[in-house]
């Protein structure tokens, strides 16, 4: 039992890892919880039932306190994420059951093995398209005047007027229920997938994905966490810790996006994703028995992969630069 | 309604309610500290957080509609809880503020749309806990 100064470390300490994954997710549009979850399981030994619970505030208040930055820059659609938020919030209703249904039948080892390869899994499109600042244009199709998907906003690393015009709803909307569910399984705000939901099939400009996601992480984790508050899956202390925590790191990460190159952003986002995913897909396994090494050379080895990953895209991107002309300008 | 700019008023409702809630959230903390217990737990069994039988406190544990009572006792646990409930209509409000620009435009497709998102949060909040 800990006694009263080790309470209060203890506390500040959680709140740390907060402040942490409050400015990567903020940087990365991936909101809070995709980090805090990994950091609060695997660093901190928190039941993941409650870092889930305390993840899923931390990511509203992410979205809270950065999307009111990013509406006063007028770079999130608004538009468009409210026509989204109808399949991210019925998704996360049906995610948020079934990951009661998890907890209750002792399962909790697929919500580790499922979040670490969700994680993984969105590096891939946002690979391909390392160097896409803006777009390609595409021929806009029914729903982008429908469903309003055109826009502009002023870039101030480019120094201009940026005209975008989405497309493929449709194809938007089927991957935004995916990350309601996953945020309403996983606890996070499904960031990453809402993300690459804009980026790949809608094709919108990466600012404007980053600030919207941000923007509806918050509608998405709201859902989730009122049926989270009833299951008994938020512990007040470890949730207020981490959203002061979260709140401070995506109020300094926002401060930074606005002037960051998306390039930066992308790496970031990319070796993060690689260490925490295999790490959680090591614990998942582990906790069956299914992996044969001890803890430190789990991390040693996802920490391994992730930096040769990230070296490899690095010199990928020096020497076979893939979009050369948006390059050059920058 | 051309000169109301609606994203300065979301982006108002945001800061306000992040700031309310983290005001909350941080006197619940100093008044849990300073008191060393809440809502009849102590200060070590609140800050437990292993998840078995004999666990300390969850969300399961707080009944929403004794929050305004256990505020009005300067429980830190009802502070927190309010302070957390304040996250969540925060993010609400940005919908209804929207439902209110496009209901005031006129623009019957984004009212609908928007009904939607409501109802979808709504039915997490008030049948849900039915459901559990």
């Known amino acids: 039992m800990l006694n009263f100064i080790g309470i209060i470390i203890r506390f500040f300490s959680i709140m740390l890892a907060g402040v942490f994954s409050g400015f990567l997710g903020s940087l990365t549009g991936l909101g809070g919880g995709t980090i805090l979850v990994p950091v609060l399981t695997l660093f901190y030994g928190i039941p993941i039932i409650f870092a889930t619970g305390a993840s899923l505030i931390s990511t509203i208040a992410t979205s809270d306190g950065s999307a009111s930055a990013y509406t006063k820059e007028k770079i999130a659609n608004v538009n468009l994420s409210i026509s989204l938020e109808m399949a991210t919030t019925g998704g996360a209703i049906v995610g948020s059951f079934v990951a009661i249904y998890m907890y209750a039948h002792s399962l909790s080892w697929i919500v580790y093995v499922i979040f670490g390869s969700v994680l993984l899994f969105s590096l891939y499109p946002a690979v391909k398209k390392l160097h896409s600042e803006i777009p390609k244009k595409t021929k806009p199709d029914w729903s982008t005047r429908f469903f309003k998907l055109s826009g502009s906003y002023f870039d101030e690393r480019l120094n201009q007027k940026i005209n975008y015009e989405g497309s493929r709803w449709y194809l938007g909307e089927t991957i935004m229920f995916f990350a309601g569910f996953f945020s309403g399984l996983l606890g996070i705000g499904s960031g990453a997938l809402k993300v690459l939901g804009m980026d790949w099939a809608l094709n919108l400009p990466m600012k404007v994905t980053t600030t919207t996601s941000n923007f509806m992480i918050g509608i998405t984790a709201a859902t989730s966490s009122t049926i989270y508050w009833y299951a008994g899956f938020i512990q007040p202390m470890i949730a207020a810790a981490t959203a002061i925590g979260v709140l401070i790191g995506a109020y300094y990460g926002s401060k930074v996006l606005v002037r960051i190159s998306n390039e930066n952003i992308r790496l970031i986002f990319f070796s993060v994703l690689i260490f925490l995913g295999l790490d959680m897909i090591f614990s998942g396994l582990d906790k069956i028995n299914l992996v044969f090494v001890d803890t430190v050379f789990q991390f040693s080895f996802a920490a391994a992969i992730a930096v040769i990953t990230i070296l490899l895209l690095f010199f990928h991107e020096k020497f076979m630069p893939i979009g050369g002309k948006v390059s050059e300008k920058l | ?132």
Do not use: C
């Not at chain 2, 982006?11 to 060393?36: E, P, Q, T």
């Not at chain 2, 005031?104 to 008030?126: G, W």
């Open chain 2, 1 to 132: 309604m051309k000169n109301f700019d609606d994203t300065m008023v979301v982006s108002h409702f945001l800061r306000g309610g992040s700031i309310l809630s983290v005001l909350f959230i941080v006197s619940g903390i100093i008044l849990l500290f300073v008191k060393r217990e809440g809502d009849g737990f102590t200060l070590q069994q609140i800050a437990s957080y292993s998840y078995s039988l004999a666990h300390g406190i969850d969300s399961k544990d707080i009944p929403t509609n004794s929050i305004i009572q256990g505020v009005l006792k300067l429980d830190g646990i009802y502070f927190i809880a309010l302070g957390l409930w304040l996250l969540i209509f925060t993010s609400i409000s940005v919908v209804v503020v929207r439902l209110v620009w496009f209901a005031a435009n006129k623009d019957k497709k984004f009212v609908i749309i928007t009904l939607v998102v409501l109802f979808n949060l709504f039915f997490a909040m008030l049948i849900v806990p039915s459901l559990l």
